[in-house]
C-alpha cells in the first residue's frame, strides 16, 4: 500500500460517502413506496432531520448548490453538479481522480423525489414543487424578479416594480410623471437619424401603479417610422384591467391608438416587433410636425384608464 495520508483519506471519504449515499437511497425508496406518490410525501411536514441528511447530501461539493439531475460522481464516488462537472473537466476536486462521466442515477432519483421550495421564497413565493415541476414553476412564478425596462441600453438589473421604479429614476434619469392623462412633446432636430434615434421612457404613476411610456425610432421593414407604447409595470394578468390611448396630429390630421399596457414581462423587443402600439410613419410625423419638414415636433397626446365590463368585451 502506498505510503501518505491523502490515499488513505481518500479511501475514508469514500466510503462514509458511499454509506451515507446507500442509506439515503434506500430511505427514499421507502418512503415512495409507503405513501404511493412520492412527489407529495413531504409535504405539510415539519422539517425532519431525515429530510436535512438528504439536503446536505444533495449539495454540490465544488458549489454548494442543490445539485439536481444529472449528477456526476468520480469512481470514488464524490458527487458533483452537472455545471461544476463542466467547470471542472478532468480530475475530481476531492480525490484528484480522473472524473469520467459516471452519473449518479440513485441520488438523482432521490433529488426528483424531493420537494422544494420555489426559489423565489424569499420574494414572497411559498409554493412547493417536486424538482421538475418546480423548474416550469419559476418560470412564470409571480414573485420572480422583473427585469429593467429601460430600453436604451443593456441592463441586467431585476427585481421587484418598486426597486425598479427607484432604479429607472436613479440610475436611468428617467422622468416620473403622477397622474393618467398626459401632453408629451418628442422633438427631434434631425429626424431622418434613424439610426442614432434616442430612446424615450416616461414613467406615469396613476391608480398606485407604474406604466412605462416608450417613444422611439426604428427602421420598420424598409420605412422609418416612430412608434409610441405603454408598457404596465406589473403581470400580464393585471395589465389587462387597464386601456391606454395615444393621440398624434396636426395641420387638421389626426392618429388614434387605443391599446391595453404590455407587461414588461413582455420584452421591449417583442412588444416593438408585435407592432403593438401607435405607429408614425416618418412622412406622416413630418406632416404632423408642420414647418420645412427638417425637425420633428410631435405632440402625443395621452390617458390611461381602468378597464371596464364593456371595454374588456374587444
Ligand atoms: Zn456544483
Ligand atoms: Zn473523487
Ligand atoms: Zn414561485
Ligand atoms: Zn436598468
Redesign the pocket.
Known amino acids: 500500500m502506498a505510503p501518505g495520508s491523502s490515499t488513505c483519506k481518500d479511501v475514508v471519504d469514500s466510503r462514509i460517502a458511499f454509506v451515507d449515499y446507500d442509506t439515503t437511497t434506500s430511505n427514499a425508496e421507502w418512503r415512495s413506496s409507503s405513501s404511493g406518490k412520492s412527489a407529495t410525501s413531504l409535504r405539510g411536514n415539519p422539517r425532519t432531520p431525515f429530510k436535512d441528511d438528504v439536503h446536505e447530501l444533495l449539495e454540490c461539493s465544488v458549489c454548494t448548490n442543490m445539485m439536481y439531475p444529472p449528477i456526476y460522481q468520480c469512481p470514488n464516488g464524490h458527487t458533483l453538479c452537472s455545471n461544476c462537472r463542466v467547470r471542472v473537466p478532468k480530475l475530481c476536486p476531492t480525490c484528484r481522480y480522473e472524473l469520467g462521466n459516471i452519473r449518479c442515477l440513485a441520488l438523482e432519483k432521490v433529488a426528483e423525489s424531493l420537494e422544494l421550495p420555489?426559489r423565489?421564497q424569499n420574494l414572497g413565493?411559498h409554493?412547493i414543487f417536486p424538482y421538475y415541476g418546480k423548474l416550469k414553476?419559476?418560470k412564470s412564478?409571480k414573485?420572480?424578479p422583473y427585469s429593467c425596462p429601460y430600453a436604451g441600453a443593456d441592463c441586467s438589473v431585476t427585481g421587484d416594480i418598486q426597486f425598479l421604479v427607484m432604479h429607472l429614476k436613479d440610475d436611468h434619469k428617467v422622468d416620473m410623471h403622477d397622474g393618467s392623462t398626459f401632453n408629451h412633446r418628442y422633438v427631434k432636430s434631425n429626424p431622418h437619424e434613424v439610426e442614432n434615434a434616442t430612446w424615450m421612457l416616461t414613467i406615469f404613476n396613476c391608480f398606485g401603479r407604474q406604466f412605462c411610456l416608450h417613444f422611439e425610432a426604428f427602421q420598420l421593414g424598409t420605412a422609418p417610422v416612430y412608434m409610441a407604447f405603454l408598457r404596465f409595470m406589473g403581470d400580464e394578468e393585471e395589465s389587462r384591467q387597464f386601456c391606454y390611448s395615444l393621440e398624434v396630429g396636426g395641420n387638421g390630421r389626426r392618429l388614434i391608438w387605443q391599446g391595453i399596457p404590455r407587461s414588461i414581462r413582455d420584452s421591449h423587443r417583442k412588444v416593438r416587433e408585435s407592432q403593438d402600439g401607435l405607429i408614425i410613419q416618418r412622412n406622416l410625423a413630418l406632416f404632423f410636425s408642420g414647418g420645412d419638414r427638417q425637425e420633428l415636433k410631435l405632440k402625443v397626446a395621452g390617458r390611461i384608464w381602468k378597464n371596464t365590463e364593456v371595454d374588456a368585451g374587444y
Do not use: I
Request: aromatic share 22%; hydrophobic share 10%.
Open positions: 420555489c423565489f413565493c409554493d414553476h419559476e412564478c414573485y420572480r
